[in-house]
């Protein structure tokens, strides 16, 4: 039996990241409808691990990418672009304010903060090489208030934006602060995300279906 991924789109979904999410499967995206619309879509292999900073499995990186979004995105010429924040630099080159966009929401309806934001940057570090090499620059990594995220580095050093858009095997996905303090070697105990689809967890298969 082949592996089966079923999405299924909300009225008022204005946003929606398929092409993102189904990395290998082309540039798709799907449009916001009147009316609910289900994707019967088989997948390149069975999706069983299912936390996206636990492994480097493409079929978990493009599940991570439907259900989680990224604060950074690259555009087509691989150039980091807002998403779900967007920054400034000082003049130094030291300090990266991060201020995310009005209105995000987790998928269970609570606000997304600045402060679920940094500690979902702190687990994906300790797990993605660039992570480490970012972390190993960096002198404080804070939410300052609900909304901003202030890096500042104790060097200089060229690749923050890089690194926090890349479009990796471990991408930086953002998730509320009691999921993402779960350890770095340890499964996240629920799959709630501010990306394009919701992960529907009792109909989970592992290595067969995934709604």
């Given amino acids: 039996m082949q592996p089966t991924v079923v999405m299924k789109s909300t009225p008022g979904m204005a946003r929606t990241l398929l092409g993102t999410a189904l990395l290998g499967l082309g540039a798709m995206t ?15 292999s069975g999706l069983r691990i299912i936390d996206p900073i636990l492994t480097t499995a493409h079929i978990t990186r493009n599940h991570g990418y439907m259900v989680f979004d990224t604060l950074l995105g ?27 966009r009005d209105g995000l929401t ?3 309806g609570e606000a997304v903060t600045a ?16 992570g480490l090499m970012l972390m ?27 690194l926090l858009a890349k ?9 509320p602060e009691r ?24 109909e989970f298969q592992p290595g067969n279906r995934v709604v």
């Fill in 30 to 44: 799907l449009a916001a409808e009147s009316q609910a619309q289900t994707v019967n879509a088989v997948m390149h």
């Fill in 74 to 100: 690259m555009d087509e010429a691989f150039q980091p672009q807002p998403q779900m924040a967007d920054w400034e630099i000082s003049d130094d080159g030291l300090t990266y304010t991060f201020t995310l």
């Fill in 106 to 108: 987790w998928h269970d």
């Fill in 115 to 130: 402060a679920d934001c940094v500690a979902s940057l702190e687990r994906w570090a300790k797990r993605d090489s660039g």
């Fill in 136 to 162: 190993g620059h960096v002198e404080s990594l804070e939410a300052t208030d609900e909304r901003t995220i202030t890096l500042m580095l104790a060097s200089p050093f060229s690749y923050v934006l890089e």
């Fill in 167 to 175: 479009p990796s095997s471990v991408p930086a996905f953002m998730m």
């Fill in 179 to 202: 999921i993402a303090s779960t350890s770095a070697e340890e499964a996240i105990p629920e799959q709630i995300g501010s990306g394009p689809f919701r992960f529907v967890a009792e």
